[in-house]
């Protein structure tokens, strides 16, 4: 057992020596090649044309310089160095336009030639920021020019953080010297300007991103980080102390701040626990903030001196750290990419500091922003890819759930089925039920009377005969009640309709049949053949009294609907006749010497209330109604409201 535990533990060692080499190796190729892109010149015009030398003139007298020269003082708009040069221009190149090319300086410069100043780079402020590699290009005049020598002369202009710097110049035919200016405004600026455009819009995308998933504050803090970014590349302040102070220290402290809020980011991104002390990332940035709204354009920019550099340094080395974890333990694409990315960022940032501290011989030119876009190629593949794979998963998801919906889907068909077969079997069984009771009730009672009356009366059948014709009666009531009518109470009025007109014209009794609205009763789909035979039974009473005792010549049958605002209304049915008719008491009874019939009042009333309806009796002089009020939903069951 030991053996095993410590074959595993040695494959994993030797597993995760094997992870962390093959990174190693990727981002050492990396930067190979990245150095070897950096050894590459930029763009410049043919070398004849080249000024190296030059004379310098400042407070210490003059003496011989050779361009490129990094002048070490870093404030010098007071008493700026004049660098005077001396170039010629052949005799036969008077019909040429000509110009000087500067590819590179700090911070400001003003060129003349012949002592007539051709170029002054301060009046444009984007031309004047250290952190950019502005080059430019001045057209000389043609009376400016002699065949022969002439003389040019550059002072140079520096206002902090970094000391002053001058290029090798370039004179010569504007034709000769214009391409070189055009491929590095290309590269030094609209590139940049491109990137930035590309960083304004993922910071729109992200700040939506987070509005409407505050869950995530990852694409919050990138939100902010692109912004940040976005305004320093395309605001431009002034140079000195102005109203525009605060957001001078703002766009200065913008590169701490934004490599803190990329740190965290990444921290989120990847998953990863952030800890409480990392808020502390954001302090240098935010003193520099500080010192900018309470302190003078100098103090801002040595502090940022101070604290700019080495705090994006330490960001960037801990985003190197924490992406080559991820990368290694979960093997993981986008880790890779963002590990690459970090990798180009730091040898660019690393060569930029040498150069700022003049280690190197190199012209002064700064990359680490432009290898930022590498950072933003990374960052925007890395959430491009978590996307494509959380619509993956998604659809994976939603795939399995339609088949678990189907699933479900069948079973519940499958179980209403069953539940329909049962409350079909149910319901079946109580008609069955009802209907026999009904029979045993009606039907039997009537049979039973006709075996006693033929047993007292032997051979006189007139009662028998009355008894059986009652018995037939209430069958007929019976199978009536059963035919299906789906929930429409007319077609069963119709069929008991015919019944008594039939049983009415011996009696010579007139039947009036009223339909006071179009469609006469509602349906109730839930009318079921026990509601129908309470119904047609108490009907039946009703005209069997009026014809036993009212004394009438004349039955009418009124059917409507009462409409109720905001319901569906509610059927009501009228029998009245011209009879005479009986005292009725206070609670609707029939008062003391009244017909026995009209005595069994309650027996029409229970019938009613069984069906949930409400009965109304009113008799005098001039005749008996019966009015019976429908409910809008009838009952379930039988005694519900009896």
């Not at 040695?10 to 990174?23: E, F, N, Q």
């Amino acid at each position: 057992m030991k053996t095993e535990v410590a074959d595993e533990a040695s494959s994993t060692a030797w597993d995760w020596i094997y992870r962390v080499s093959g990174y190693v190796l990727v981002q050492a190729l990396i930067a190979v090649v990245c150095i070897l892109l950096l050894r590459q010149s930029p763009p410049e015009p043919p070398a004849r044309h080249r000024l190296t030398g030059a004379v310098l003139v400042d407070a210490a007298g003059e003496r011989a310089v050779g361009l490129p020269h990094h002048y070490p003082s870093r404030f010098t708009l007071h008493d700026p160095p004049l660098y005077r040069m001396s170039f010629e221009r052949p005799a036969d190149a008077a019909g040429q336009a000509w110009s000087v090319f500067l590819p590179r300086f700090t911070n400001g410069v003003e060129v003349a030639v012949n002592g007539a100043v051709i170029l002054d780079s301060r009046r444009d402020p984007d031309a004047n920021r250290p952190d950019r590699n502005t080059p430019a290009i001045a057209a000389i005049p043609a009376p400016l020019l002699y065949d022969g020598a002439n003389v040019l002369t550059v002072r140079l202009f520096v206002w902090e953080p970094l000391t002053g710097f001058l290029d090798r110049l370039y004179v010569g035919p504007d034709d000769a010297l214009r391409p070189a200016y055009a491929r590095r405004t290309s590269l030094f600026l609209t590139l940049p300007v491109v990137f930035s455009a590309w960083q304004a819009i993922l910071s729109v995308i992200l700040g939506i991103m987070w509005l409407k998933r505050r869950h995530e504050p990852a694409y919050g803090v990138l939100a902010a980080a692109m912004a940040l970014g976005t305004a320093q590349a395309f605001v431009s302040t002034p140079v000195g102390q102005s109203l525009y102070a605060g957001l001078n220290a703002i766009l200065i402290a913008s590169a701490p701040l934004e490599s803190a809020f990329v740190l965290v980011f990444l921290i989120l991104f990847l998953g990863l626990r952030l800890p409480f002390h990392a808020v502390a990332v954001f302090f240098p940035g935010l003193l520099i903030v500080a010192v900018g709204l309470f302190g003078d354009p100098h103090l801002v920019r040595r502090v940022y001196l101070l604290l700019g550099p080495p705090t994006v340094g330490f960001c960037l080395a801990i985003i190197a750290v924490v992406i080559a974890r991820a990368a290694v333990e979960r093997r993981d694409v986008v880790g890779l990419f963002l590990g690459c990315a970090i990798t180009i960022v730091m040898v660019c940032w690393i060569h930029d500091m040498l150069s700022v501290l003049n280690i190197t011989s190199d012209r002064r030119i700064f990359l680490a922003r432009l290898s930022y876009s590498a950072l933003l190629v990374a960052i925007g593949a890395g959430l491009t890819w978590r996307f494509a794979r959380a619509l993956n998963e998604i659809d994976s998801f939603a795939g399995r759930m339609v088949g678990l919906v189907r699933e479900a889907e069948d079973k519940l068909r499958a179980s209403f089925a069953r539940e329909e077969e049962r409350a079909r079997a149910a319901a079946l069984a109580a008609e069955r039920t009802r209907l026999m009771r009904d029979l045993h009730d009606g039907l039997g009672g009537q049979l039973v009377s006709i075996v006693a009356l033929s047993e007292r009366s032997g051979r006189d059948g007139a009662g028998i005969g009355e008894a059986a014709r009652g018995a037939l009666k209430d069958l007929r009531l019976v199978i009536d009640a059963m035919d299906d009518i789906g929930g429409d109470l007319m077609l069963a009025l119709g069929a008991w309709r015919e019944r008594i007109a039939a049983q009415l014209r011996p009696h010579g009794l007139a039947l009036e049949w009223r339909a006071l609205t179009p469609d006469g009763l509602p349906l109730h789909p839930e009318l079921r053949p026990w509601h129908v035979i309470q119904i047609l039974r108490l009907l039946d009473e009703a005209v069997t009294n009026a014809v036993k005792h009212a004394g009438a010549r004349r039955i009418t049958v009124s059917l409507q609907t009462i409409a109720r605002e905001g319901g569906p209304g509610h059927g009501r049915i009228t029998i009245e006749d011209d009879g005479r008719g009986f005292a009725l008491l206070p609670d609707g009874e029939a008062a003391a010497g009244t017909p026995k019939s009209a005595r069994g009042l309650a027996n029409m009333r229970r019938r009613a209330a069984r069906c949930g309806a409400r009965l109304d009796l009113a008799s005098g002089p001039a005749g008996t109604r019966v009015r019976l009020d429908l409910p809008e939903h009838f009952p379930d069951l039988e005694d519900a409201a009896g």
